[in-house]
């Protein structure tokens, strides 16, 4: 939807848009609607939080839009409050489009009021109006923009409809200022005007709405009390007043304050909503028992898990093999002229660049696409938090709730997302005991080691029983963790979204996102990587290395000392490693050099035993050196004792 | 029970204002029983008027902690050493020691505390009404934002299989909420 500007308008300065709304109501369809593929994705300053930006233009006008993340409140229990209320505080968005669920219009109104206590410029973008209807809700948008005071466009995020009328209330908005917030009942107002009436007296001027500043005091925010910690006699003053006022209500001051909006906004929805019909959920409301039921429910689970994994094997095998045949074609095409050309240049060319990217697609679109593309229906379908729902309390065995789950899952997929996705849990606990799972959770790269010596060589159900033992031994350190970092664990609060069919559309664009950013993130280093291991080849230094390892390899874990190339190599990239290894040994069939219980052992070492370096690199990222090092060691360790107990166990059963 | 047919007052006196002898005894608190309370100066009377005393308000207060403490303590999972707690969201079960900050609360609060049960134990398909919330700051904030403060009505949908969480329905959203923290919150059932 973007046009060029007409001449001599670029001048005009560029207007700032924020994103704000609960999670799930459609905010990133319309940022993604806006932006088309405009847009920039990193972390917010400090935080490990995601921030995405775009850039669209519309009749002439550059704006910039930012998607801030989804919340359900503005006071500071997470770090994605704490960002959206400083970002909405800084005053550097020129409008704020909160994007509103048609169909749970109370509770969304809730943060809608505490936007408009900030004096946001708030333009509201109903969404899912065609849900709301199907419930039999009907929602007068004109009336609901009288009663808040700002404007309400109604929008369908999924097809894009809206959008022209939403950008020309944003920039009507745009030229107006600041907004205004609503009246709460009068015996909250007045305190409220009491307390405003002490902070105009005082020394102390924070740049923020008087108003809004006296509201979070009543609520004893302790981020804004803080800012009056050198005003003594203001916070005894205000003190008493919540005291009268908790005294008053028999609350505490926050729930007293949050009731207060929820009146407000249940007035508001009230007035500005008709339920016509009573909603026919029967048909929805029995698949979501089944969904949910203590037998069919697990079953269900497995099911959909197996499918689920099926077909990542299934066809990621048939298209990896393809590509590779491809790949391996290329590399012989190209061989006598760069050779001829130069062999040192040719040999690192082909085997590093070449090979790498090779390498990398067909590991990338294969099993990573594969696996985002059904993640993704069961994801947009909503089963996801219904699978959390259920493993809830399998997770509090290991410290964790349900939602710990969704990470574990994407940790099959690739550890980085994994690692990144351990930001749903709420405390730094939880999200280090998750993280140090997760890796240990065989991503696609380990798979295909998984598949091609122990499935290939020893059988389909070695492998299975290889995936077994990783889910005992994921579910034996949770626990372990839990023990050693004893503190109270946090409970599950999650909102259920209501099941729905996807989009294959839809489907298909996470896909493209998701599987972007792997290859984006992961094709540099696994260039590099095939670039080292070239390079180490070209330059002999593979045996010194092996020799040094054979400590650990022949001497623990009775390998055959070649493997030792396997364990340095699979530091860069996974699967390289078995590539690695059949150059050693100048075969591709392991039989050759490796007996089946040697075989066990190699793949369960190569499964458990370090992250590789881009997911060491989110480690870093996510929870600072020192842990990351420790989440390594700890993989390490893991790797080399559970190795040497396989082979004594498989030497016993005379393997 | 005395402490029963001091629920029983406490209940009258919030909805009528002013307490007699009759209308205790309308409630279903027989004559010795009350007798019996105003001898022990649980309750003091004068011109017909039934007043609570500090004593009376003691033992009431005593039977509501111990009540809440049998339904809320030594439940689902055992008890975890304080040592690190970390009130933000915990879903573990409280101790009398926690009960003692909800207090001023219980003090006041209008409805005869057998009224109450844990949301944990509300039948699927019924509704009941957020009375109380026993628990740190941030459990009790992260539940207003979702909806869930004291008069609103919650409807229980659903609960999962092996100890799980529940799923409610709650200004028109569904939320699923773990059983330890279902534990914590106080409803009063809807008579339907």
Not at chain 1, 280 to 298: K, M, Q, W
Not at chain 1, 391 to 412: C, E, N, R, V, W
Not at chain 1, 442 to 468: D, E, M, N, Q
Request: net charge neutral.
């Amino acid at each position: 939807m973007s046009d060029r500007p007409p001449a001599g308008e670029e001048q005009r300065h560029p207007i700032t848009v924020a994103l704000a709304g609960n999670p799930n109501v459609g905010k990133s369809s319309i940022f993604n609607q806006l932006t088309g593929l405009n847009q920039t994705v990193g972390n917010w300053p400090g935080k490990t939080v995601e921030r995405a930006e775009g850039v669209l233009v519309y009749k002439g006008r550059r704006i910039k839009i930012i998607d801030l993340p989804g919340i359900y409140s503005l006071s500071t229990f997470s770090e994605e409050e704490v960002i959206t209320r400083d970002y909405i505080l800084s005053g550097e968005a020129d409008v704020v489009i909160n994007v509103v669920d048609a169909t749970a219009l109370e509770r969304n109104l809730y943060l809608t009021l505490q936007l408009l206590e900030m004096n946001a410029p708030v333009v509201i973008a109903l969404n899912m109006m065609d849900e709301a209807s199907r419930k039999g809700i009907e929602i007068d948008p004109k009336g609901l923009s009288e009663r808040l005071g700002v404007p309400v466009v109604s929008v369908i995020a999924i097809s894009g409809l809206g959008m022209t009328e939403l950008m020309e209330q944003v920039l009507a908005r745009s030229a107006l200022g600041k907004g205004r917030r609503l009246l709460y009942g009068k015996e909250v107002e007045s305190y409220i005007a009491n307390t405003s009436g002490y902070l105009r007296s005082s020394e102390l001027k924070p740049p923020y709405p008087i108003d809004w500043v006296a509201i979070k005091l009543l609520e004893d925010d302790p981020a804004v009390k803080e800012i009056f910690l050198k005003d003594a006699t203001l916070l005894r003053k205000v003190d008493a007043l919540l005291k009268s006022m908790e005294a008053m209500h028999g609350e505490p001051a926050p729930v007293i304050i949050a009731s207060e909006r929820y009146s407000l906004s249940n007035r508001i929805a009230g007035a500005s909503a008709s339920q016509r019909v009573e909603p026919i959920r029967t048909v929805e409301e029995r698949v979501d028992n089944l969904l949910s039921h203590r037998f069919a429910g697990y079953l269900i689970l497995v099911v959909i898990l197996g499918i689920l994994f099926y077909t990542i094997f299934y066809f990621g095998g048939i298209a990896s093999f393809l590509i590779d045949e491809a790949f391996g074609q290329l590399i012989l095409l190209l061989r006598d002229p760069l050779y001829s050309f130069n062999p040192v240049f040719g040999e690192l060319f082909l085997n590093g660049v070449v090979f790498g990217i090779g390498a990398a697609t067909s590991i990338a679109l294969p099993y990573i696409a594969t696996f985002y593309f059904l993640l993704s229906v069961l994801e947009d379908t909503g089963y996801l938090p219904r699978a959390a729902f259920l493993l809830d309390s399998l997770m509090h065995k290991i410290g964790l709730h349900g939602k710990a789950f969704i990470p574990m899952l994407l940790g099959y997929g690739c550890s980085v997302p994994a690692c990144i996705g351990c930001r749903i849990m709420e405390t730094k606990r939880e999200r280090l005991i998750l993280g140090a799972l997760v890796v240990l959770i065989p991503c696609s790269a380990r798979t295909v080691i998984i598949l091609g010596v122990a499935g290939t060589y020893v059988g389909i159900w070695a492998a299975l029983a290889i995936y077994v033992l990783d889910l005992a031994i994921v579910l034996a350190i949770g626990r372990l963790l839990f023990k050693v970092l004893p503190e109270e664990p946090v409970g599950l609060i999650m909102e259920m979204p209501r099941l729905r069919p996807f989009k294959v559309k839809t489907i298909l664009k996470k896909t493209w996102f998701k599987t972007k950013d792997f290859v984006y993130m992961a094709l540099p280093l696994i260039v590099a990587g095939s670039f080292v291991v070239a390079l180490a080849g070209y330059l002999n230094v593979i045996n010194v290395v092996v020799s040094a390892l054979s400590p650990v390899t022949v001497g623990l874990l009775g390998l055959p000392v070649g493997t030792g190339i396997a364990l340095i190599f699979g530091l860069l990239r996974k699967e390289l490693a078995l590539i690695m290894l059949a150059t050693y040994f100048g075969t591709t069939n392991f039989a050759l050099f490796m007996t089946p219980a040697q075989m066990l052992v190699f793949t369960i070492v190569m499964v458990l035993y370090i992250p590789c370096i881009a997911t060491f690199a989110v480690l870093i990222r996510e929870y600072g050196a020192k842990r990351a090092l420790a989440i390594t060691l700890m993989n390490i360790t893991l790797a080399i004792a559970v190795g040497f107990v396989a082979m004594k166990v498989l030497t016993l059963a005379g393997l | 029970m005395v402490e029963e047919a001091l629920e029983t007052f406490c209940r009258l006196k919030t909805s009528l204002g002013v307490v007699k002898r009759e209308n205790l005894l309308e409630a279903g608190v027989d004559a010795d029983k009350l007798d019996l309370l105003v001898k022990n100066k649980l309750l003091e009377e004068s011109k017909g008027v039934l007043e609570l005393t500090s004593k009376g308000e003691a033992v009431l207060l005593n039977h509501r902690e111990e009540f809440l403490h049998d339904h809320l303590l030594h439940r689902g999972e055992a008890k975890r050493p304080p040592g690190a707690m970390d009130h933000w969201m915990s879903c573990h079960h409280i101790d009398r020691a926690t009960l003692k900050e909800f207090y001023d609360r219980l003090k006041i609060m209008p409805y005869r505390i057998e009224e109450l049960v844990p949301l944990l134990d509300l039948s699927v398909g019924r509704t009941g009404e957020v009375v109380l919330v026993v628990g740190g700051r941030g459990l009790i904030g992260r539940l207003c934002d979702l909806g869930l403060t004291p008069g609103t009505a919650v409807k229980m949908l659903r609960r999962a299989p092996a100890g799980g969480p529940i799923e409610l329905e709650v200004r028109s959203t569904t939320i699923a909420v773990g059983r330890g923290i279902a534990s914590k919150v106080l409803v009063r059932p809807k008579i339907n």
